[in-house]
């Protein structure tokens, strides 16, 4: 398939003129913080599992695959195996060709773009396998971050050209995964890593280890029925993936059984609250609504630890039909602490670097959880035996 120049010199503008998503939200939020949040807070820590080091997604879109990996990465931990590296990239890159497939099938009409879904993590590792980070970084020679700002908009105007031709050919993939390769560079057929010889199917297989028929996706929403699976009707869930329905307390008792079973859990949410503060590394839900909340209260928002909010059923169903909760970001829980006034909140590992108060890490209350996860990732076994029967898994 040949681009033509008008196609290309719109990617180009696109890529000059967009400020890349990523960027925007993080920049964002460095706007929701407080002065001398650390100190005002004083955690205990009551479970704190096995994880592998912070990483940094850079100007991409990818949260979904740091966060999957990392929690692959922790899969392994907990099964007694040496954790890997996983490369984040390579699942991406995987995605986006099973995204491209089905947005040209759909004739166009879907979500394009670096976003994607938990599960995505477990699609490519079933269908493609995993290879280590130091094998594909997805990086160019002297980049040191991902910086998917060309590259993407040239994608998404490869498959728009080929979802509006009257007779989509059979080659366009082939300049789909090209251009990936000139931004990404190509997949080994095969690498060695640490004196074998392996390929992604025999590193997944092998090394890595994880059944991904062993995991389930979880979410809650009044509008479906209790303990049955749902399609998830957000822009990323390109996969049409279905999730189990359960109620809004579930969220945070099937977390809270899982980390004292030892199993960590992969977490979807929406970050755009300015009740979440990546420098301050805090999420709540202010009691006071923030807009009736004075200059001096909205200042020291992340100052300590603040009254609550109770969340109910109706107001998180409202609040995902009305986008006020977006499927923002995707991160990963690996355990559990309590402030001096005994509240509980998640240990949340980001993937934003070490930028913040606790060094890419973050608390996040139980009642945040309630309100504003849209999905979580954890494995079967992590569930109760009275949940696993609900859910007749």
């Known amino acids: 398939m040949n681009w033509s120049k008008s196609i290309l010199f719109a990617a180009a503008l696109f890529a000059a003129t967009q400020t890349f998503a990523q960027d925007n939200l993080i920049n964002a939020l460095k706007g929701n913080a407080s002065d001398n949040s650390?100190?005002?807070f004083k955690f205990t820590e009551v479970i704190n599992l096995?994880?592998?080091?912070?990483?940094?997604?850079?100007?991409s879109g990818t949260c979904w695959s740091y966060s999957g990996n990392s929690f692959l990465e922790s899969e392994m931990i907990r099964m007694g195996k040496e954790p890997v590296n996983i490369s984040q990239i390579y699942t991406a890159r995987n995605t986006y060709i099973e995204k491209?497939?089905?947005?040209?099938?759909?004739h166009g009409v879907q979500a394009q773009g670096d976003g994607g879904q938990l599960?995505?993590?477990l699609t490519i590792f079933r269908k493609y396998g995993a290879v280590p980070y130091e094998v594909y970084t997805g990086l160019p020679e002297g980049q040191t971050r991902n910086n998917f700002g060309e590259m993407s908009p040239i994608l998404q105007s490869i498959t728009e050209s080929v979802a509006k031709s009257k007779k989509p050919g059979a080659n366009w993939i082939n300049s789909f995964t090209a251009a990936m390769d000139s931004y990404l560079g190509k997949v080994p057929e095969s690498f060695q890593y640490k004196g074998k010889t392996y390929t992604p199917r025999t590193f997944a297989d092998q090394?890595?280890?994880?059944?991904?028929?062993?995991?389930?996706g979880i979410s809650s929403f009044e509008e479906h029925a209790l303990y049955k699976p749902f399609v998830l009707l957000i822009p990323d869930n390109w996969s049409f993936e279905s999730f189990y329905n359960v109620k809004i307390n579930d969220l945070t008792d099937i977390i809270d059984q899982a980390l004292e079973k030892g199993f960590t859990v992969a977490w979807a949410t929406d970050v755009s609250e300015k009740s979440f503060s990546w420098k301050n590394g805090v999420a709540y839900v202010p009691e006071k609504p923030i807009e009736q909340m004075s200059k001096e209260e909205l200042d020291n928002m992340f100052n300590g630890p603040k009254p609550e909010a109770k969340i109910t059923p109706a107001q998180r169903q409202e609040a995902f039909d009305n986008y006020s909760?977006?499927?923002?970001?995707?991160?990963?829980?690996?355990?559990?602490?309590?402030d001096q006034n005994g509240k509980e909140y998640y240990i949340v590992k980001n993937s934003w670097g070490a930028t913040n108060d606790y060094k890419g890490?973050?608390?996040a209350t139980k009642e945040f959880?309630?309100?504003?996860?849209?999905?979580l990732l954890l494995h079967k076994k992590a569930l109760t035996k009275e949940m696993q029967k609900q859910l007749a898994i």
Request: net charge positive; proline share 2%; aromatic share 8%.
């Open 361 to 363: 890490y973050m608390y």
């Open 100 to 106: 491209a497939k089905n947005f040209v099938r759909l």
């Open 119 to 121: 599960h995505d993590v």
């Open 207 to 216: 090394v890595v280890g994880i059944n991904p028929d062993d995991y389930v």
């Open 38 to 40: 650390k100190a005002g």
């Open 369 to 375: 959880v309630r309100y504003k996860t849209i999905s």
């Open 325 to 338: 909760t977006t499927d923002d970001h995707g991160m990963h829980i690996v355990g559990l602490v309590k």
């Open 50 to 59: 096995g994880n592998t080091s912070i990483k940094d997604q850079g100007s």
